[in-house]
Structures are given as C-alpha cells and as structure tokens.
Nanobody
C-alpha cells in the first residue's frame, strides 16, 4: 500500500516556524518527485515546493524562497518542509504528494502528482 502521511501542522504567530513531515510507506522515495502543496481558504490548491529524489534538486515558488526549505531523510523515508518567517498568507491545508520521476528535476504542477496525503493544517495568526 503506497501511502503518504503528513504531520507537524498547527497554530503559529506571524514570524514563527513550523516543520512539516511527510512519512512514506509502501514505497521508497528514490525515483520519485515529492512535492508540498497548500490550499488556502477559498483558493485552489497550489504547488509550493518539490524535490527530485534522484538528485535532490528542488523547485519552489518565489513567495517561499528564503523562508521554506524542502529536504529528505532516506533512512526514515520521510520528507520535510521547514517553514520559517511564517506569514498569515501561508495559512492553509498542506499536502505532500508524489509521482514517479527519474528526471533530475521536479515539477510543481498539481496534475503531475499521482499519490497524495490527507493534509495537515497550518494556521498563521496573531
């Protein structure tokens, strides 16, 4: 059973930090692209950051560059999203997702992804 489970969300004040985790089971991450997506209230789901596990090449949207970092731990079969300097507009339901990818780069296009977690809520508010 191929499964992704997110954790680490919560309520944080503006300027604070959170680290999200995505634990994979039923497959190993190597040979996949892993992405983080978020869906803000009243908005459509958007790709935030991804990593190509064959090369560790990453691709992030401009609004999170310098604040968010995606990484992986092969031994734990887990990817992380370290989020610093959080802003209210970062609020949303965060998902991790995966697709088979031997290419050295990853895509943030939602349509590329075949496997999805259930999401973890991030709320940034004072």
């Amino acid at each position: 059973q191929l499964q992704l489970v997110e954790s680490g969300g919560g309520l944080v004040q503006p300027g604070g930090s959170l680290r999200l985790s995505c634990a994979a089971s039923g497959f190993t991450m190597d040979g996949y692209a892993i992405g983080w997506f978020r869906q803000a209230p009243g908005k459509e789901r958007e790709g935030i950051s991804c990593i190509a596990t064959t090369t560790n090449s990453t691709n992030s949207i401009q609004s999170v560059k310098g604040r968010f970092t995606i990484s992986r731990d092969n031994a734990k079969n887990t990817i992380y999203l370290q989020m610093n300097s959080l802003k209210p507009e970062d609020t949303g339901l965060y998902y991790c997702a995966a697709y088979v990818n031997d290419y050295p780069y990853c895509s943030r296009r939602l349509q590329e992804y075949d496997y999805w977690g259930q999401g973890t809520q991030v709320t940034v508010s004072s």
